[in-house]
């Protein structure tokens, strides 16, 4: 059984989901997307509970079973964003330490840990302060910090830099360097 779906976004999105039989007679379902410019190219879109970022859609039916949606956007990640504008008061003037995340969207490395950075956010809640600043948008803030690779994570402890894990590292890594400076 398959159902395809139609979103909007932009840009533009064809999800299918098609529901496969398990060989223990369970059923597993897969969610693709199809950008019209990736000429039928399917994407898996994960679906796992680590994954903070979901597609919420809003769905109708029309004839023969066919299912239209359009797809929401929706983010539950507790790290916060910070720019340029907002970095002295987020950042420098924080109490306690402060894990930045310096990525960019087209990076791929930067992707790979981003959910790593939301599992030690949701792991450090209370203790350590996560930000995501976007370098191609807030390009002086790394240009200061002398940021020349991405993904670059840096730990602020009283508004002054302590750490820079510089690559797409295992979390281990990453929970060594912010225990730390833990108290």
């Known amino acids: 059984m398959a159902a395809a779906f139609t979103c909007t976004s932009l840009p533009p999105l064809s999800l299918r989901s098609e529901t496969k039989a398990a060989s223990s007679s369970l059923s597993s379902r897969r969610l693709f997307a199809v950008s019209p410019e990736s000429g039928g190219l399917r994407i898996r879109l994960s679906q796992s509970p680590s994954s903070l970022t979901s597609i919420q859609p809003r769905v109708s039916r029309l004839r023969r079973g066919v299912v239209v949606c359009e797809a929401q956007e929706t983010t539950t990640d507790i790290v916060s964003i910070v720019n340029d504008s907002t970095w002295d008061s987020l950042v420098l003037e924080a109490d306690g330490p402060v894990l930045v ?62 750490d820079a894990i510089i690559g797409a590292v295992p979390k281990s890594t990453l929970t060594s360097s912010i225990d730390k400076f833990l108290q």
């Open 101 to 162: 995340d310096f990525w960019a969207p087209w990076c791929g490395p930067c992707k790979m840990i981003d959910p790593l950075v939301n599992e030690l956010a949701q792991q450090y809640t209370g203790k350590v302060k996560f930000y995501k600043l976007n370098t191609d948008d807030s390009p002086s803030t790394p240009s200061k910090y002398n940021v020349r690779s991405i993904p670059t994570i840096m730990i602020f402890v009283d508004g002054e830099k302590k």
